[in-house]
């Protein structure tokens, strides 16, 4: 569905996105929060001025558009992230919209009789969108997750599953997954838009195994809305999805912060913290914590990018106690030291992240002296990756020449310099992940992941 | 000449998107190198088409160029500008960069082309523009050059062109001295400086000095980076004066000689100096030496973020593996007993056989390797098949070549495109190998002379009947081409260019590493500067001494008698002695044991031995000459004083005339070395128990004998000082054999 759509070459959007991949590649925009927000701003751009007449090809668009910024650099999975992330907002304002549309359908639309209620595949499915936040047990939802087979209206589906307590337990999480994934709406529409287009071919029979496929893309549906019909929509949608854009961007924006509302929760006085690196949420979180508890922080230099130097220098600007510390005393230092702190690049599914290179020998630090490791990241930096077995280049290897003068001439050949610049680091020897919204153990985070994307996102 | 053109746009900062009001930063490329040190490689292809880690050097220098906000290329073309026409056209560069191919047949030199260039009337004559003069790998924005270059513009109007000069980085054989003067980063000289032949004298003109510029030298490494940031006076001025060629030798020296032009040239150093030079890299493509040294660069990562696994546009993916190893994303196949050693890269749908040994070295796309081959630091282009158990050294292997079974292709080989080796052949070092026959510079197509004889039959000899290619005459056998009335470039002299070739070391020629002396602000002292400047500037090119192995020359020799006669004639002070020969050694860069050598030999034939002289007179002169300078010698041996016996040994089998006489007197020597304190006992002792002084050291049988007759003479003597040695500590001596020798021989 994704190959056709692809931006013309002389697209101004297309410029851009190419701009965005050339300074992705060249590593003129790093940084996880950079990333993100760059790449927000371009697909905000794309959903205003491209050119397309049904959802299904914006959605395709901003996918090739994602492929491409992944393509151009690998390492910044925040890029696919926000990708992910738009194009589930996409999805639910289409759905919430192709809804009310389809609900409003009957007083704007001539012919109006198909979509009363009649109809029997439309009524519960539409009076349950209306109430889902009340509505517990979804005839739809049950439907699609068990009965392949029933036909149209399925309200006895629940009925026989409702039974067992464990039944219960499993429904109301797959419930809950195709509410975040918005399959239900997803599923009543093309009840709804099924029910339309079999009216056109004078059919009035509904397929029955239809509804039963989960997998029900929108794609499917909108395929057959007729364009002109979209297009109404469309220009109403435009400003709905920029603005859910906007709500990103403004998310993203405000990632630290809400980290570091927690602060003062993990932070007790009279601690000493040790962190390395400088980030930003690091930065943000300790000051925070500052402002209600008193405590030291220690920093590790962490060569050769020597981030530490300016956070150390950031944060004894604003009045904490700040030590510096060259990485290889992190080991001797840390029985003094209360708890570890540190900041992100990604977060994976399995709770294992990656960090600065030099986290890891302050985690493995921390580990061995059973002191708690406590990571600070916004969630726009879970990747739903699967790092079980990550590529040897994942760790991104830099130019030698920070670590090793070339100005000798001798040594350039002869040694081999290795200069990674993010650590892996093991879900195990993280105790917990504090982020913009809510604590959660590393054992916690596929599931995070699993509600913040489409599923069907997840190879862009 | 050309009034200064004022810049009337003031240089704002580049903004990106299309600002229509201001110029696009523009480059130039030559893409000709008009020199022949690739030509065997180049025969369908110009050079900068040539794969750098299977990316071509055109792209590579694209990239580097739009990494620096150029927004238009100007690509000048001479050979086969219709293969870089078609390359540009596919190139996804075309969507990011304004490129334009100009080509021309007539320009024979970088001089030409830019009076060519001139006469096109495409550059803008507003704005500087970046001349780059082979393909570079930079990771350095260009564009910070640039506005460096419009502010010291701004300041004087007469700095018509910025070079580009890097810190740190290889020793080359095309290193020029520059002299500079910082606070303006003005070029005030410029001078060639070929490793070889090594020139041993510099001339600075006098008024250098004589300036304004109160002067002492500083000393870095730096290299001339081929980017030049030029106003549109520079094509102007090689239009007016058609005998400039070379941009270094003739454009920038004519400027900087030239009173009447009133013109500047500045130099931008790239990088940072203190940090290392910040992650830089910024390197051109001259010859197949720095070829290779610039593939290994990248494949280590020097240039970062330029790396083959960053996502080269319209690239290869490549996947990086422990060691700086690259394999193709794209169905590479590699045998399980194939053993890689980075760093190196391979590929797409490349496949190697069982046992192939691949060291430093990159594959291009679609090769083959059979099995038991072994390729080390070699640079195989793409679609070449390897046969079985081939060993590639250090060679450059073109696009298409076909090698057999047992093929053995020596250092610094190249293989032209298309070239066929048959089953066992065996390439020489340093061989070229084309397709087509050599062409000399007066080649003329209308008399295509048939191969003569003893060519073909030195062909058959080399390559065997099986092969296809014509074996090319060495790069220093090659007929001088630039034989000009105006003087020969130094650097392609025969000596010098062999050393451009891939495979050559260096490291064997002594460093001669002051390449740029900048003149810097004196604190004080402004009357004794200029005297410092001249000898330390006359003495810089003298410190290079090619010949390592042989030690010292011989002037050191004669010195050194003549300044131990005087000391010893006048009776001066061992300390002084010790400090004159020092700085001798130091000046001469001959080496302590050179040092001890000469004195040895000195104070030894000082010793005088007649016919009828008794052991006694003998003891009795070592003695007491060595009771005086004895210190003299222990000062030029820091480490092993036993190495004073052994010279002496050396001495005395070696020099025939003084030393035959004294040969039976060995032992006497050694102690008189002992009573004057020169050899303690311990030393002794370890001279007698090391190998050396049994003459292991020679594998001549006759010179062995000798040794040993000498070893003889001695070791009774060192024998009886460790038996008055144990027997003073009351131990028993357990070496029977030594106390049996003593019986017999102690005199």
Same mark, same amino acid.
């Given at each position: 569905?994704?190959?056709?759509?692809?931006?013309?070459?002389?697209?101004?959007?297309?410029?851009?996105?190419?701009?965005?991949?050339?300074?992705?590649?060249?590593?003129?925009?790093?940084?996880?929060?950079?990333?993100?927000?760059?790449?927000?701003?371009?697909?905000?751009?794309?959903?205003?001025?491209?050119?397309?007449?049904?959802?299904?090809?914006?959605?395709?668009?901003?996918?090739?558009?994602?492929?491409?910024?992944?393509?151009?650099?690998?390492?910044?999975?925040?890029?696919?992230?926000?990708?992910?992330?738009?194009?589930?907002?996409?999805?639910?304002?289409?759905?919430?919209?192709?809804?009310?549309?389809?609900?409003?359908?009957?007083?704007?639309?001539?012919?109006?009789?198909?979509?009363?209620?009649?109809?029997?595949?439309?009524?519960?499915?539409?009076?349950?969108?209306?109430?889902?936040?009340?509505?517990?047990?979804?005839?739809?939802?049950?439907?699609?997750?068990?009965?392949?087979?029933?036909?149209?209206?399925?309200?006895?589906?629940?009925?026989?599953?409702?039974?067992?307590?464990?039944?219960?337990?499993?429904?109301?999480?797959?419930?809950?997954?195709?509410?975040?994934?918005?399959?239900?709406?997803?599923?009543?529409?093309?009840?709804?838009?099924?029910?339309?287009?079999?009216?056109?071919?004078?059919?009035?029979?509904?397929?029955?195994?239809?509804?039963?496929?989960?997998?029900?893309?929108?794609?499917?549906?909108?395929?057959?809305?007729?364009?002109?019909?979209?297009?109404?929509?469309?220009?109403?949608?435009?400003?709905?999805?920029?603005?859910?854009?906007?709500?990103?961007?403004?998310?993203?924006?405000?990632?630290?912060?809400?980290?570091?509302?927690?602060?003062?929760?993990?932070?007790?006085?009279?601690?000493?913290?040790?962190?390395?690196?400088?980030?930003?949420?690091?930065?943000?979180?300790?000051?925070?914590?500052?402002?209600?508890?008193?405590?030291?922080? !220690?920093? =590790?230099?962490?060569?050769?990018?020597? *981030?530490?130097? @300016? $956070? &150390?220098?950031? +944060?004894?600007?604003?009045?904490?106690?700040?030590?510096?510390?060259?990485?290889?005393?992190?080991?001797?230092?840390?029985?003094?030291?209360?708890?570890?702190?540190?900041?992100?690049?990604? !977060?994976? =599914?399995?709770?294992?992240?990656?960090? *600065?290179?030099? @986290? $890891? &020998?302050?985690? +493995?630090?921390?580990?061995?002296?059973?002191?708690?490791?406590?990571?600070?990241?916004?969630?726009?930096?879970?990747?739903?990756?699967?790092?079980?077995?990550?590529?040897?280049?994942?760790?991104?290897?830099?130019?030698?020449?920070?670590?090793?003068?070339?100005? @000798?001439?001798?040594?350039?050949?002869?040694?081999?310099?290795?200069?990674?610049?993010?650590?892996?680091?093991?879900?195990?020897?993280?105790?917990?992940?504090?982020?913009?919204?809510?604590?959660?153990?590393?054992?916690?985070?596929?599931?995070?992941?699993?509600?913040?994307?489409?599923?069907?996102?997840?190879?862009? | 000449?050309?009034?200064?053109?004022?810049?009337?746009?003031?240089?704002?900062?580049?903004?990106?998107?299309?600002?229509?009001?201001?110029?696009?930063?523009?480059?130039?490329?030559?893409?000709?190198?008009?020199?022949?040190?690739?030509?065997?490689?180049?025969?369908?292809?110009?050079?900068?088409?040539?794969?750098?880690?299977?990316?071509?050097?055109?792209?590579?220098?694209?990239?580097?160029?739009?990494?620096?906000?150029?927004?238009?290329?100007?690509?000048?073309?001479?050979?086969?500008?219709?293969?870089?026409?078609?390359?540009?056209?596919?190139?996804?560069?075309?969507?990011?960069?304004?490129?334009?191919?100009?080509?021309?047949?007539?320009?024979?030199?970088?001089?030409?082309?830019?009076?060519?260039?001139?006469?096109?009337?495409?550059?803008?004559?507003?704005?500087?523009?970046?001349?780059?003069?082979?393909?570079?790998?930079?990771?350095?924005?260009?564009?910070?050059?640039?506005?460096?270059?419009?502010?010291?513009?701004?300041?004087?109007?007469?700095?018509?062109?910025?070079?580009?000069?890097?810190?740190?980085?290889?020793?080359?054989?095309?290193?020029?001295?520059?002299?500079?003067?910082?606070?303006?980063?003005?070029?005030?000289?410029?001078?060639?400086?070929?490793?070889?032949?090594?020139?041993?004298?510099?001339?600075?003109?006098?008024?250098?000095?004589?300036?304004?510029?109160?002067?002492?030298?500083?000393?870095?490494?730096?290299?001339?980076?081929?980017?030049?940031?030029?106003?549109?006076?520079?094509?102007?001025?090689?239009?007016?004066?058609?005998?400039?060629?070379?941009?270094?030798?003739?454009?920038?020296?004519?400027?900087?000689?030239?009173?009447?032009?009133?013109?500047?040239?500045?130099?931008?150093?790239?990088?940072?100096?203190?940090?290392?030079?910040?992650?830089?890299?910024?390197?051109?493509?001259?010859?197949?030496?720095?070829?290779?040294?610039?593939?290994?660069?990248?494949?280590?990562?020097?240039?970062?973020?330029?790396?083959?696994?960053?996502?080269?546009?319209?690239?290869?993916?490549?996947?990086?593996?422990?060691?700086?190893?690259?394999?193709?994303?794209?169905?590479?196949?590699?045998?399980?007993?194939?053993?890689?050693?980075?760093?190196?890269?391979?590929?797409?749908?490349?496949?190697?056989?069982?046992?192939?040994?691949?060291?430093?070295?990159?594959?291009?796309?679609?090769?083959?390797?059979?099995?038991?081959?072994?390729?080390?630091?070699?640079?195989?282009?793409?679609?070449?098949?390897?046969?079985?158990?081939?060993?590639?050294?250090?060679?450059?292997?073109?696009?298409?070549?076909?090698?057999?079974?047992?093929?053995?292709?020596?250092?610094?080989?190249?293989?032209?495109?298309?070239?066929?080796?048959?089953?066992?052949?065996?390439?020489?070092?340093?061989?070229?190998?084309?397709?087509?026959?050599?062409?000399?510079?007066?080649?003329?197509?209308?008399?295509?002379?048939?191969?003569?004889?003893?060519?073909?039959?030195?062909?058959?000899?080399?390559?065997?009947?099986?092969?296809?290619?014509?074996?090319?005459?060495?790069?220093?056998?090659?007929?001088?081409?630039?034989?000009?009335?105006?003087?020969?470039?130094?650097?392609?002299?025969?000596?010098?260019?062999?050393?451009?070739?891939?495979?050559?070391?260096?490291?064997?020629?002594?460093?001669?590493?002051?390449?740029?002396?900048?003149?810097?602000?004196?604190?004080?002292?402004?009357?004794?500067?200029?005297?410092?400047?001249?000898?330390?500037?006359?003495?810089?090119?003298?410190?290079?001494?090619?010949?390592?192995?042989?030690?010292?020359?011989?002037?050191?020799?004669?010195?050194?008698?003549?300044?131990?006669?005087?000391?010893?004639?006048?009776?001066?002070?061992?300390?002084?002695?010790?400090?004159?020969?020092?700085?001798?050694?130091?000046?001469?860069?001959?080496?302590?044991?050179?040092?001890?050598?000469?004195?040895?030999?000195?104070?030894?034939?000082?010793?005088?031995?007649?016919?009828?002289?008794?052991?006694?007179?003998?003891?009795?002169?070592?003695?007491?000459?060595?009771?005086?300078?004895?210190?003299?010698?222990?000062?030029?041996?820091?480490?092993?004083?036993?190495?004073?016996?052994?010279?002496?040994?050396?001495?005395?089998?070696?020099?025939?005339?003084?030393?035959?006489?004294?040969?039976?007197?060995?032992?006497?020597?050694?102690?008189?070395?002992?009573?004057?304190?020169?050899?303690?006992?311990?030393?002794?002792?370890?001279?007698?128990?090391?190998?050396?002084?049994?003459?292991?050291?020679?594998?001549?049988?006759?010179?062995?004998?000798?040794?040993?007759?000498?070893?003889?003479?001695?070791?009774?003597?060192?024998?009886?000082?460790?038996?008055?040695?144990?027997?003073?500590?009351?131990?028993?001596?357990?070496?029977?054999?030594?106390?049996?020798?003593?019986?017999?021989?102690?005199?």
């Amino acid at each position: 569905m994704a190959a056709s759509a692809s931006l013309k070459s002389n697209d101004p959007n297309a410029r851009l996105t190419e701009a965005l991949c050339t300074s992705l590649r060249r590593r003129q925009i790093v940084g996880s929060l950079n990333v993100a927000l760059a790449t927000a701003a371009l697909i905000q751009n794309i959903v205003r001025s491209a050119r397309y007449s049904t959802i299904d090809e914006l959605l395709a668009l901003i996918k090739s558009v994602g492929r491409r910024l992944i393509d151009a650099n690998p390492k910044e999975l925040a890029a696919g992230n926000i990708v992910r992330r738009i194009l589930r907002l996409i999805r639910e304002e289409y759905r919430a919209a192709a809804a009310a549309h389809i609900v409003s359908a009957p007083g704007s639309a001539p012919e109006t009789p198909y979509l009363g209620p009649t109809t029997p595949g439309i009524s519960a499915p539409l009076n349950h969108y209306l109430n889902l936040s009340s509505n517990t047990s979804s005839s739809a939802s049950e439907f699609n997750f068990f009965s392949p087979s029933s036909s149209g209206g399925g309200s006895h589906g629940p009925l026989i599953r409702q039974t067992s307590l464990s039944n219960f337990v499993a429904m109301r999480h797959s419930r809950a997954q195709l509410e975040r994934s918005g399959s239900l709406v997803d599923l009543q529409l093309s009840q709804s838009t099924n029910n339309l287009f079999t009216r056109n071919n004078s059919s009035n029979g509904y397929p029955p195994e239809t509804p039963g496929v989960s997998s029900i893309t929108p794609n499917y549906n909108t395929s057959k809305i007729d364009s002109e019909e979209f297009m109404k929509q469309s220009s109403k949608l435009k400003p709905v999805l920029i603005q859910a854009i906007d709500e990103v961007v403004g998310e993203l924006e405000t990632t630290h912060e809400d980290v570091a509302k927690g602060a003062k929760e993990h932070i007790h006085s009279s601690e000493i913290i040790l962190t390395m690196g400088h980030s930003k949420t690091v930065e943000a979180f300790l000051k925070q914590g500052y402002r209600d508890r008193k405590f030291t922080v !220690v920093v =590790a230099e962490s060569a050769p990018s020597y *981030l530490g130097h @300016s $956070l &150390a220098q950031s +944060l004894s600007s604003s009045g904490i106690p700040t030590i510096l510390i060259p990485d290889s005393s992190i080991h001797a230092i840390l029985p003094r030291i209360t708890k570890v702190i540190l900041g992100a690049h990604t !977060v994976l =599914a399995n709770g294992g992240l990656f960090a *600065l290179s030099g @986290s $890891l &020998a302050c985690a +493995l630090a921390a580990k061995s002296h059973s002191k708690p490791l406590v990571i600070v990241t916004g969630q726009f930096k879970f990747a739903p990756a699967w790092n079980l077995y990550h590529d040897f280049a994942a760790v991104d290897f830099q130019s030698p020449s920070k670590l090793f003068s070339s100005s @000798s001439s001798t040594g350039k050949d002869s040694t081999e310099i290795i200069n990674p610049y993010y650590d892996y680091i093991r879900p195990e020897l993280v105790q917990l992940f504090v982020t913009n919204e809510g604590d959660h153990s590393p054992s916690y985070i596929y599931r995070l992941i699993k509600e913040a994307y489409d599923e069907e996102d997840v190879e862009l | 000449m050309p009034p200064k053109k004022h810049q009337s746009t003031k240089p704002e900062p580049k903004t990106k998107g299309d600002n229509v009001d201001e110029a696009p930063l523009q480059a130039v490329v030559l893409a000709d190198s008009y020199n022949r040190r690739f030509e065997v490689l180049c025969q369908d292809q110009p050079r900068v088409l040539l794969p750098l880690c299977s990316t071509p050097l055109l792209a590579w220098t694209l990239e580097s160029l739009s990494l620096s906000k150029v927004k238009q290329v100007f690509v000048f073309c001479g050979v086969h500008s219709d293969k870089i026409r078609s390359f540009i056209e596919s190139s996804p560069y075309r969507n990011t960069l304004d490129i334009q191919c100009l080509s021309s047949q007539t320009a024979m030199s970088a001089g030409d082309a830019l009076r060519e260039l001139d006469d096109m009337n495409v550059l803008n004559a507003e704005n500087p523009f970046i001349l780059v003069h082979s393909p570079i790998i930079s990771n350095y924005d260009l564009s910070k050059m640039v506005e460096a270059h419009k502010k010291r513009r701004e300041e004087d109007k007469n700095f018509i062109m910025t070079m580009g000069v890097g810190q740190g980085g290889r020793q080359h054989p095309e290193s020029p001295i520059m002299l500079v003067h910082p606070p303006s980063s003005r070029l005030l000289h410029y001078v060639q400086n070929p490793i070889s032949p090594t020139q041993p004298r510099v001339a600075f003109p006098s008024q250098l000095f004589l300036d304004p510029f109160p002067t002492n030298i500083d000393t870095y490494e730096i290299w001339d980076l081929g980017i030049d940031i030029c106003e549109a006076d520079v094509p102007a001025l090689c239009t007016e004066n058609f005998d400039y060629h070379d941009m270094r030798r003739h454009f920038v020296n004519g400027v900087l000689t030239s009173e009447l032009l009133g013109k500047k040239i500045a130099v931008h150093l790239v990088g940072d100096q203190r940090s290392g030079n910040g992650g830089t890299y910024v390197e051109r493509i001259r010859d197949t030496r720095t070829f290779g040294e610039i593939t290994r660069d990248v494949l280590r990562r020097w240039a970062f973020p330029l790396a083959p696994d960053n996502n080269e546009p319209g690239g290869v993916q490549y996947e990086l593996r422990a060691g700086n190893v690259y394999i193709a994303k794209d169905n590479v196949v590699l045998s399980r007993t194939t053993t890689l050693s980075g760093p190196l890269l391979i590929g797409p749908r490349s496949a190697l056989a069982h046992n192939t040994h691949i060291h430093q070295s990159t594959l291009g796309g679609d090769c083959t390797v059979g099995p038991g081959t072994t390729i080390t630091q070699s640079y195989v282009f793409d679609d070449v098949r390897i046969g079985a158990n081939c060993i590639l050294r250090e060679c450059i292997i073109g696009e298409g070549v076909i090698i057999g079974d047992d093929v053995k292709v020596g250092k610094g080989a190249l293989l032209g495109n298309g070239v066929r080796l048959g089953k066992g052949t065996i390439i020489p070092e340093f061989a070229r190998i084309g397709r087509d026959r050599y062409k000399g510079d007066d080649y003329d197509s209308d008399e295509e002379e048939e191969e003569d004889e003893e060519e073909k039959q030195q062909r058959l000899e080399v390559l065997g009947p099986d092969s296809t290619g014509y074996l090319w005459p060495n790069e220093e056998e090659e007929p001088d081409s630039d034989s000009d009335d105006e003087g020969e470039d130094p650097y392609e002299h025969p000596r010098n260019k062999r050393l451009l070739q891939l495979g050559r070391r260096l490291s064997n020629l002594s460093t001669s590493t002051v390449s740029l002396s900048t003149l810097s602000k004196a604190s004080s002292s402004e009357a004794s500067s200029p005297l410092s400047v001249a000898s330390s500037a006359s003495t810089l090119p003298d410190l290079a001494p090619l010949n390592l192995d042989q030690g010292p020359r011989e002037e050191f020799y004669t010195e050194a008698k003549e300044s131990l006669e005087r000391a010893y004639e006048e009776d001066h002070k061992v300390e002084n002695a010790a400090l004159e020969m020092r700085t001798l050694v130091m000046g001469e860069n001959a080496g302590q044991d050179a040092a001890r050598e000469v004195i040895l030999e000195f104070f030894l034939s000082k010793i005088n031995v007649k016919s009828d002289s008794t052991a006694g007179d003998i003891l009795k002169q070592t003695t007491e000459i060595f009771e005086k300078w004895g210190q003299l010698v222990r000062s030029f041996s820091t480490s092993d004083y036993t190495l004073i016996a052994i010279d002496i040994q050396k001495f005395v089998i070696q020099n025939r005339t003084q030393g035959e006489s004294l040969k039976q007197w060995f032992g006497i020597l050694l102690r008189g070395l002992y009573d004057s304190d020169t050899l303690s006992e311990d030393e002794l002792i370890d001279w007698r128990d090391s190998s050396i002084s049994k003459g292991e050291g020679t594998n001549d049988q006759e010179e062995k004998k000798m040794w040993l007759e000498v070893y003889k003479k001695g070791k009774p003597l060192v024998d009886v000082l460790e038996q008055m040695e144990s027997d003073d500590d009351d131990d028993d001596d357990d070496e029977d054999e030594d106390e049996d020798d003593e019986e017999e021989d102690s005199d």
